[in-house]
């Protein structure tokens, strides 16, 4: 092994590590406690009414952390990274069609009123290099913030292919 190679090594595993040290104690810490999710352009997803909603089910445009903008995202069985993401009352978030999806065609791309765990409620939290994270939904698309966040209709799409400055999130945990 070369000292180019055992650089390059080092270096991506630090990028790694910075990665999963996301704002409040990164991915492994959303185990243990609330977290909030915050869009590219600094504003919390919020689920409306606390969850359990079908339309008009979610927004971007919180500029704070209120009890709605708090969600439990626990480990479950599925690609490494997969959680559930749980409103304050309780309820799943739910790719719909598990994901491909874009808001200007489909308003609401989530929902939030399962009771029960299915494939379309497990997500992939996929740690960027920056520090941010990508929500991978079922069908293998990733979750967009509309305009990187700030929005209250036309919220989410979940058809990206790739991760741009809209795809990326920061958990703020133990809130």
């Given amino acids: 092994m070369t000292i180019r190679s055992r650089?390059?090594?080092v270096l991506a595993a630090?990028?790694?590590?910075?990665?999963?040290?996301?704002?409040?104690?990164?991915?492994?810490?959303?185990?243990t406690g609330l977290c909030a999710l915050q869009t590219n352009t600094g504003n919390y997803v919020e689920a409306a009414g606390g969850g359990g909603?079908?339309?008009e089910v979610m927004y971007t445009d919180s500029r704070g952390i209120g009890p709605f903008n708090k969600f439990k995202l626990?480990?479950?069985g599925g690609p490494s990274g997969s959680r559930v993401i749980q409103t304050s009352n309780g309820r799943y978030v739910t790719a719909v069609a598990s994901g491909g999806l874009s808001g200007a065609d489909t308003p609401d791309v989530l929902h939030t009123d399962a009771t029960r765990v299915g494939s379309w409620e497990k997500f992939v939290m996929v740690p960027q290099v920056d520090g941010s994270l990508a929500i991978r939904?079922?069908?293998g698309h990733y979750l967009t913030a509309r305009l990187g966040?700030?929005?209250q209709t036309y919220v989410?799409?979940?058809n990206a292919t790739q991760v741009g400055s809209w795809e990326k999130f920061r958990l703020v945990c133990n809130v």
Avoid: E, M
């Avoid at 630090?14 to 185990?31: C, E, Q, T, W, Y």
């Fill in 53 to 55: 909603r079908t339309s």
């Fill in 137 to 139: 939904v079922a069908d």
């Fill in 156 to 158: 989410f799409n979940t």
């Fill in 74 to 76: 626990s480990p479950v």
């Fill in 149 to 151: 966040g700030g929005q």
């Fill in 7 to 9: 650089i390059a090594g």
């Fill in 14 to 31: 630090g990028a790694v590590a910075a990665a999963l040290s996301v704002v409040g104690g990164g991915v492994a810490n959303a185990d």
